[in-house]
């Protein structure tokens, strides 16, 4: 089973390839440059460099969001790009699972959180059980306060991780105290490493779209759809 995969949900981008369980290369890239500017030159070295032919592929892997919305249309347009040229089908996979699945076999609970600016996060939790991780909550838009005082409800240490962890470390600290803690940097955003192992065991139970169904999950409209629904309601 060969799969490649594809991230451009948050900050960071990266490509990799799986075959046959194991992970053959991935590229991975957070330093300013743009999603635009660094995925196919990613892939087409990456292809070059381990001899990738992408006539082998079974299929294409892309995180699903929520996240960026520049960044996801980039990643999901390139992953269905490939996919229809190749006529392979895509696996889409939710961005907060992708880095849910960074921490392994910890009895804490995981709560990823992607930054939605104006103190909003995109969220949801996990815990693993009998080597499982499972999902305790729906992927939501969330205001970060209600987040905390839900997640301190629980009293349970949690591990935090996400882009929104930077800007709000000292927050959730001061609401949790020893309850919060944080993922290295390693392990603090998403990766396509981590996205084409989840891909293949979704490969394995059939969950695939073709190219042409594929859609990515927002979770809540972009800044643009939002002005403009504004001005046409103080239009009215």
Request: hydrophobic share 40%; net charge negative; glycine share 6%.
């Amino acid at each position: 089973m060969n799969i490649l995969g594809i991230d451009a949900s948050g900050i960071a981008g990266s490509i990799a390839y799986i075959k046959d369980n194991k992970l053959i290369g991935e590229y991975y890239i957070c330093h300013k440059l743009t999603h635009s500017e660094t995925i196919m030159p990613m892939l087409e070295h990456l292809k070059n460099l381990i001899g990738l032919e992408l006539n082998t592929l079974d299929a294409i892997a892309v995180t699903s969001g929520p996240g960026s919305f520049t960044g996801l249309r980039i990643g999901v347009t390139t992953a269905k790009a490939l996919a229809l040229a190749l006529d392979i089908p895509v696996i889409g996979v939710p961005t907060l699972d992708v880095m849910a699945y960074n921490i392994t076999y910890t009895p804490d609970r995981i709560c990823p959180i992607m930054d939605a600016r104006r103190n909003q996060v995109y969220t949801a939790s996990y815990k693993w059980q009998d080597k499982e991780l499972l999902r305790l909550m729906d992927y939501n838009a969330i205001d970060l306060d209600e987040l905390l005082q839900e997640l301190g409800s629980q009293n349970e240490r949690i591990i935090f991780l996400g882009d929104a962890v930077w800007q709000y470390r000292d927050k959730i600290e001061a609401e949790l105290g020893d309850n919060a803690a944080f993922a290295p940097s390693y392990l603090n955003l998403q990766r396509a490493g981590v996205l084409v192992d989840i891909a293949q065991k979704e490969y394995e139970k059939g969950n695939t779209v073709s190219a042409s169904d594929f859609v990515p999950m927002y979770l809540r409209k972009s800044q643009a759809e939002r002005e403009r629904e504004a001005r046409i309601k103080n239009a009215d």
